[in-house]
């Protein structure tokens, strides 16, 4: 809602409240609240305008294949406002990776009031994604560059620029496949670190025209290598997370079940 028409309704709620009274005696703080509460139930354009915002976003970050046309033309204005430091070709999308959407400045006034609205709301209540545990399958599944859990970092390597360009390389699940033949070493792998190297992912590389195919496993290795464990998907003791029983904490279960038993064995 602009910010005259909030005000107009504001002075047309004051105006039928108070009427000519130009010192009202009860703050509006107190009209707004419940009339159990003594108040009128008031309208606060405020917490209903955020509440709007809110929704709004709720929608937007919908990414599932029914989001709503609008959504994916928010993305591409969003996209195309993201600061110029960052490789276009990597970002999708500010809550999925780490990079934020000017809110002021030249690239923030091309984005229409709504948009900035929904960002500034986003911002407010910190909306970010979280989870408290997360499958080896989800954690393959998020954006690779820009990764929410590590650091910002400029992508203008010639590998990955390869990566992104020439091997359509965007998800950590794509990441751990370009990287598959180093960090699964065997005897029947015929990987060898050459930009000649025979073995066939790196021979359908090269029919991508990835130069140097070798490299760009390297590159994609690595960038597996700096999400934290917690999202890492090929992170040792994934499965654990901290939330398994270790067979020190079945000892401690094992210990307070018999104390709790022998405890309510004692007579009262
Ligand atoms: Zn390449």
């Known amino acids: 809602m602009p ?7 504001n002075r047309t ?4 409240i108070w009427e000519d009274d130009s010192f009202p005696r009860i703050a ?3 009209l707004r609240n419940p009339i159990t509460e003594g108040g009128l139930d008031l309208l606060d354009l405020e917490v209903r305008n955020k509440a709007i915002n809110i929704i709004w976003l709720k929608t937007y970050l919908n990414f599932s294949p029914k989001c709503l046309e609008w959504a994916i033309v928010t993305d591409l204005i969003i996209k195309a406002i993201a600061p110029n430091s960052l490789n276009k070709r990597a970002i999708i999308n500010p809550f999925l990776q780490r990079w934020a959407t000017p809110t002021r400045g030249t690239n923030a006034l091309k984005t229409n009031n709504n948009i900035q609205r929904m960002i500034k709301v986003a911002k407010k209540f910190n909306i970010n994604l979280t989870a408290i545990r997360i499958t080896p399958q989800l954690s393959a599944q998020p954006l690779a560059w820009y990764h929410l859990s590590v650091e910002p970092r400029v992508v203008n390597t010639t590998a990955a620029k390869c990566l992104l360009e020439k091997h359509q390389t965007y998800t950590v699940a794509e990441l751990m496949e370009a990287s598959a033949r180093i960090r699964n070493p065997s005897p029947d792998n015929p990987y060898r670190q050459s930009t000649y190297c025979q073995y066939r992912p790196c021979r359908i590389d090269r029919e991508k025209n990835s130069i ?12 597996i290598e700096l999400i934290l464990p917690k999202l890492n998907p090929m992170h040792q003791g994934y499965h654990h997370r901290n939330l398994l029983l270790t067979r020190m904490r079945k000892g401690q279960n094992i210990r307070v079940r018999v104390e709790t038993v022998q405890s309510s064995l004692i007579p009262q």
Not at 3 to 9: F, G, H
Not at 212 to 223: G, H, S, V, W, Y
């Open 28 to 30: 509006n703080k107190t």
């Open 212 to 223: 140097n195919p070798d490299k760009c496993a390297l590159e994609a290795k690595r960038q």
């Open 3 to 9: 910010k005259e028409t909030k005000d107009a309704l």
């Open 13 to 16: 709620i004051k105006n039928f």
